[in-house]
């Protein structure tokens, strides 16, 4: 092996030593960085390159080191978990957090609807025992039109509630197709970069955040290509394929009333979906992600929709003409002057299409028209028989207890799955990062190994310059 070869051998470890400084500086300058995956220099021993001679026998290995690439060292398989469970997770979380509002908004048991039932069914048997008291049937009258506001308000409470996720779906799509465009951006640059033999580690970083973003906001699915690129599917069709973006949007009524009045949920004709641009007609099956939960927050047979026609059940209720209704028992008495009684709730039929509970008013316009009697003739304003069968009427309180009931069962599932869900997404995470964010130590100690190892080549270096020097300029001394 000649002395030139081995300052040769010299030169290479010094180069690729410096490499693995640099990058390792890298890592330290980014260990705060969210979604900065650590890199390595992998390096190979050049061989010799020297033919076996008489004198020497066998050649001798001298050809070097060379740094062949930066290896970003990530976890495909972790990475894909993590996106899996973002997109349960963050479909959940909608889910979960638009039962809790829900459920609060109930106000129960404290201030809430069941509240207002019972001091107007209360009101009745106040009647009943002082049929001939006019500021009881004030108060029965006042309470009857507590009880018609409040569920127009509870029906208005859960209407905006809607409105917000309905406003809340469309943002969504909008930053849907923002981070796939980015996303498409981005395989073009590692694409060109790949292609001319360079390392694109930071924009396979901010890819990957981005494709975990994406799978927040819509469930989406990344599938690796040989060239480097990334296709985004989302229900089997592709959102990314390459360079190429391709936008969504949502579609559907944005009126609360075409969803909150269907005694059938599936006939909704207007329902909010996820469309392609380009073609609306095709609806995309979102299986996952923010904007999946939002669907189904806003569906026919969601949360909000299902209260809302509970409210409108109430309401048709209180205006039944059924046998043992409320308005049955009042048009078959009669009122203190001895009138006979008519309706006492009615559902207003300027707009027939609206729901329920936003027309539901009451029919008497006085304290007087209230009919408790039920005989007109002999008792007089003394009897109060019919007020006593009305204050026992429970089909109203009955519904409403149950749908209580049923929202907070399903509201401690949702969150409880919410909860679960989100403990298995930062488990995922913390694994990620466990395997490919940058340790400090880890990196100090690299940056200590890289340095003694340039040392030893740079005094290799002047060890074979000494050599030279000895052999060209003292040999004939």
């Known amino acids: 092996m000649s002395s030139f070869s081995t300052l040769n051998t010299a030169l290479t470890a010094l180069n690729a030593q410096r490499q693995a400084i640099a990058i390792t500086g890298q890592n330290l300058a980014n260990v705060n960085t969210d979604g900065y995956t650590r890199q390595r220099v992998s390096m190979s021993a050049i061989p010799s390159s020297s033919p076996a001679t008489l004198a020497h026998g066998a050649s001798i290995a ?86 018609t506001s409040s569920l127009a308000e509870a029906y208005g409470t859960v209407e905006a509630q809607w409105e917000t996720a309905r ?23 590692i694409t060109a970069i790949t292609a001319s033999g360079g390392a694109a580690n930071e924009l396979i970083d901010t890819r990957a955040t981005l494709l975990t973003q994406l799978s927040g906001l819509v469930g989406a699915e990344a599938k690796d290509r040989a060239d480097g690129t990334v296709d985004v599917m989302i229900g089997g069709n592709a959102l990314v394929r ?97 009138a006979q009684g008519g309706a006492f709730f009615t559902l207003d039929g300027a707009e027939p299409d609206a729901p329920a509970v936003k027309r539901l008013t009451l029919a008497i316009a006085s304290a007087d028209g209230i009919a408790a009697a039920a005989d007109g003739g002999g008792s007089g304003s003394k009897d109060g028989s019919v007020a ?35 403990a298995s997404r930062a488990s995922a995470q913390e694994q990620l990062l466990a395997g490919t964010s940058v340790d400090e130590s880890e990196e100090t100690t690299n940056l200590i190994a890289y340095q003694r190892a340039f040392q030893a080549a740079a005094r290799l270096t002047t060890v074979v310059d000494d050599l030279l020097d000895t052999l060209i300029n003292r040999m004939a001394l």
Do not use: C
């Open 167 to 189: 406003a809340k779906a469309d943002t969504t799509a909008t930053a849907v197709n923002t981070a796939a465009a980015q996303v498409a951006d981005l395989n073009r640059q």
């Open 388 to 422: 006593d069968a009305i204050s026992q009427i429970t089909t109203s309180t009955d519904l409403w207890s149950a749908a209580v009931a049923a929202i907070g069962v399903q509201s401690a599932r949702a969150q409880s799955l919410a909860g679960t869900s989100e």
């Open 62 to 147: 001298s050809g070097g080191v060379v740094a062949t690439s930066v290896e970003r060292l990530g976890d495909t398989f972790l990475e894909m978990r993590l996106r899996q469970t973002t997109s349960s997770a963050s479909a959940l979380s909608e889910v979960g957090s638009a039962w809790s509002v829900l459920e609060k908004g109930l106000n129960e048991p404290a201030d809430g609807l069941s509240k207002t039932l019972g001091a107007f069914f209360d009101a009745w048997q106040d009647l009943s025992n002082s049929p001939d008291s006019t500021p009881v049937r004030s108060v029965l009258l006042e309470q009857a039109g507590t009880l």
């Open 242 to 338: 390459g360079s190429a973006s391709f936008e969504v949007e949502v579609r559907g009524t944005t009126d609360f009333s075409d969803v909150s009045g269907l005694s059938d949920p599936s006939s909704a004709a207007d329902p909010v979906r996820l469309v392609w641009s380009a073609d609306p007609a095709r609806t995309i099956e979102v299986p996952g992600g923010a904007l999946g939960g939002i669907l189904e927050v806003v569906s026919a047979d969601g949360p909000l929709a299902s209260l809302a026609q509970t409210y409108n059940a109430l309401a048709e209720d209180l205006a039944s003409t059924a046998a043992g209704s409320i308005n049955a028992l009042h048009s078959s008495a009669y009122t203190a002057s001895g």
